[in-house]
C-alpha cells in the first residue's frame, strides 16, 4: 500500500509527462483531488486556469480526471464525456478499468 505523500508524486510526475509532451504548463488542481479508500482522483489543467480559476483561462481539452490507486500506483485515466461521479461509480462497480498500469517509480 502505498502512501498519500506517494500517490500525490506519482500525480505529479503523470502531469509532468503531460506537460511535456503537449509543451504547457500543467498542474494538479489546488484543493480538487478526491480521496478514496482506494486511492485520490486528481484533476489537472494549465497553471494559468489554477491561479485564476476564470472560465476564460480554461482553454485545455482532453485533461481527464485520473485517479492513482493507492495498491500498486497504477494509473486510471477517467474519460471526459460523463461526470466524474460517473467513472467513480463505474470504476467502483468493476466496469471501468482504462488502466495505464505504470507503477512509475517513485523519487
Same mark, same amino acid.
Given at each position: 500500500?502505498?502512501? /498519500?505523500?506517494?500517490?500525490?508524486?506519482?500525480a505529479?510526475?503523470?502531469?509532468?509527462e503531460n506537460s /511535456? &509532451?503537449?509543451?504547457?504548463?500543467?498542474v $494538479?488542481? +489546488?484543493?480538487?483531488a478526491?480521496?478514496?479508500?482506494?486511492?485520490?482522483i486528481f484533476?489537472?489543467?494549465t497553471k494559468?486556469? #489554477?491561479?485564476?480559476?476564470? +472560465? +476564460?483561462?480554461?482553454?485545455?481539452?482532453g485533461?481527464?480526471?485520473?485517479?492513482? =490507486?493507492?495498491? #500498486?500506483?497504477n494509473?486510471?485515466?477517467f474519460g471526459?464525456s460523463?461526470? =466524474?461521479?460517473y467513472?467513480? &461509480? =463505474?470504476? =467502483?462497480?468493476g466496469?471501468y478499468?482504462n488502466?495505464?498500469?505504470?507503477?512509475?517509480? $517513485?523519487?
Amino acid at each position: 500500500m502505498l502512501t /498519500e505523500t506517494e500517490v500525490m508524486q506519482i500525480a505529479k510526475d503523470y502531469v509532468q509527462e503531460n506537460s /511535456e &509532451k503537449s509543451g504547457l504548463d500543467l498542474v $494538479i488542481l +489546488d484543493d480538487e483531488a478526491i480521496k478514496k479508500p482506494y486511492g485520490i482522483i486528481f484533476f489537472y489543467n494549465t497553471k494559468k486556469y #489554477n491561479k485564476t480559476r476564470n +472560465d +476564460d483561462d480554461n482553454t485545455l481539452i482532453g485533461n481527464a480526471p485520473f485517479l492513482v =490507486e493507492n495498491k #500498486n500506483g497504477n494509473i486510471v485515466v477517467f474519460g471526459t464525456s460523463q461526470s =466524474e461521479d460517473y467513472y467513480i &461509480k =463505474e470504476y =467502483e462497480a468493476g466496469r471501468y478499468t482504462n488502466t495505464r498500469g505504470l507503477n512509475i517509480p $517513485i523519487k
